[in-house]
C-alpha cells in the first residue's frame, strides 16, 4: 500500500503575509480597519472564490460522482441562486475588506447564464485605492473553445482548465463521461488565442486511475508557456469515497517528472499562494503542485468561499455555514451589515482541516461537496 507522508506544519502569524500582499489599510465605509482584516489565526481575507452554479457537464469521480450525482439528484433552482446583481453587490462588499482576487468557480461556471456579463461587472470593481481586482476562472475546459474571446473581452484576467488525462480512455473514466479530450484541448487554445494568459492545468493525479499520465501531461505542456499543475487527491465532500492509498503526494510527482527533465524549485509569485513552483532546468517551463494533503498550507490560507447559494465558507472542508449573505440581502440588509457580517465570520475563522486531517477524519464528517463552493 502506498501511504502519503503528512508533513506537520505550525500555525505561524501571518503579518507578514498582508504586508507582503501591498496590504495598504483603505477605508471600509463605517468598519473601521487598521490592517487587512485577519481571521483568529492572523491570517488575511484576500482571496475570494464564488460559485456560480451547482450543476457541471462532467461527473468526476474526485467531485460529482455519478452514482450520487444521477439524474435523481436535485440542484438548487433558480431562485435559490444568488443573481448576477447579488453576486457583484456582495463581490463589492469583500473588495472593500480587503479581497484582491475573485474566482468563479462552480460546478461549472460556463453553464452559468449571462457568465461574460458578470465578469464584465466584476471587473469593473476598484479598490479604495483605486487598483483593479484580478478575476479568474476555473473550467473544464468542455464549453471554453466557444467563450474564450467573450470572457476575454468581458475581462477576465486568467483562466485555469481541469484535464487529468490526455488518454482518451482514462480521462472519460476521470470524468466519467463521454466527453472527448480534444474539446477541452481545443477550449486550450482557443483561450492562449483570446490572450488569456498564463493559462494554467490542474491535474488531479489518483494513484492507479491516471497517474501514468503524469509524464505525457508533462511533455504535451512543456514550451508551450502553459503552467501544468498536480493536485493531489483530497477528501473534499462526503461523497468521493476518499482514501489515503489513492493519494499520489506531490514529492513522488515531481521526482518522476524531475528524473527525466531536471526541475528547479521556484520562489512563490505572492504571499499564500497555494501552489509550490517548479522550473524544467532546460528553460522548457514550470509546473507546479497543490499538495494539501501531504504538504498542507493551512498556516498561510487567505480564502473565502461563497456558494451558489449565498452562504460564506471559511474552509473548502466545512461542514456547515453559519452566515447567509442572500438572507442579508434578501431581507434588506445594508452594505454596512452584509460588511459586518463578512467581517464577523473572517475573524472567527479558525480552520485548519488539512493540518489535522487525521485527528478530525476520526470522527464522521459530513463535509460540504466540492460542487457546492468550489475548488
Not at 25 to 30: A, H, I, Y
Not at 83 to 99: K, P, Q, Y
Not at 136 to 148: E, H, M, P, R
Not at 242 to 267: G, K, N, T
Request: glycine content about 6%; aromatic content about 6%; hydrophobic content about 40%.
Amino acid at each position: 500500500m502506498h501511504y502519503a507522508k503528512i508533513i506537520p506544519v505550525k500555525i505561524i502569524d501571518a503579518r507578514k503575509a498582508i504586508h507582503d500582499a501591498n496590504s495598504k489599510p483603505e477605508p471600509s465605509g463605517g468598519i473601521q480597519l487598521t490592517e487587512r482584516l485577519l481571521d483568529s489565526l492572523h491570517r488575511p481575507m484576500l482571496d475570494l472564490r464564488i460559485s456560480v452554479t451547482d450543476r457541471c457537464n462532467l461527473r468526476c469521480t474526485y467531485c460529482m460522482p455519478r452514482e450520487i450525482f444521477d439524474k435523481n439528484h436535485v440542484f438548487l433552482p433558480r431562485s435559490e441562486l444568488l443573481s448576477l446583481e447579488e453576486i457583484v453587490r456582495v463581490a463589492e462588499s469583500f473588495v472593500r475588506l480587503g479581497v484582491r482576487k475573485i474566482r468563479l468557480t462552480g460546478g461549472e461556471p460556463l453553464l452559468r447564464r449571462g457568465i461574460e456579463r458578470l465578469i464584465e461587472k466584476l471587473s469593473a470593481l476598484r479598490t479604495d485605492s483605486g487598483a483593479a481586482v484580478e478575476i479568474a476562472l476555473t473550467t473544464n475546459g468542455v464549453a471554453l473553445a466557444a467563450k474564450a474571446q467573450a470572457l476575454k473581452q468581458a475581462g477576465l484576467s486568467r483562466i485555469t482548465v481541469s484535464l487529468d488525462a490526455l488518454n482518451e480512455a482514462v480521462f472519460q473514466r476521470m470524468s466519467d463521461s463521454g466527453v472527448q479530450v480534444k474539446s477541452v484541448l481545443q477550449g486550450i487554445e482557443a483561450a492562449q488565442r483570446a490572450g488569456l494568459s498564463p493559462i494554467k492545468v490542474n491535474m488531479v493525479v489518483k494513484r492507479g486511475v491516471n497517474d501514468g499520465e503524469i509524464l505525457a501531461m508533462a511533455e504535451h505542456f512543456r514550451h508551450t508557456g502553459i503552467i501544468l499543475r498536480f493536485v493531489e487527491y483530497m477528501d473534499v465532500g462526503s461523497s468521493n469515497g476518499w482514501v489515503m492509498d489513492e493519494v499520489v503526494p506531490a514529492q513522488e510527482v515531481v521526482d518522476l517528472i524531475s528524473a527525466r527533465y531536471p526541475l528547479l524549485p521556484v520562489d512563490p509569485n505572492c504571499a499564500g499562494e497555494v501552489a509550490s513552483r517548479w522550473a524544467y532546468a532546460d528553460g522548457a517551463g514550470e509546473i507546479g503542485q497543490i499538495a494539501s494533503v501531504t504538504q498542507v498550507f493551512c498556516h498561510e490560507c487567505t480564502r473565502i468561499r461563497l456558494s451558489t447559494d449565498g452562504k460564506l465558507y471559511t474552509c473548502l472542508f466545512a461542514e456547515q455555514s453559519d452566515t447567509d449573505l442572500r438572507a442579508l440581502l434578501r431581507t434588506g440588509k445594508s452594505d454596512e451589515e452584509i460588511r459586518r457580517a463578512i467581517t464577523n465570520n473572517w475573524q472567527n475563522r479558525s480552520d485548519r482541516y488539512s493540518q489535522g486531517r487525521h485527528e478530525f477524519m476520526e470522527t464522521p464528517r459530513n463535509k460540504i461537496e466540492m460542487s457546492y463552493i468550489g475548488g
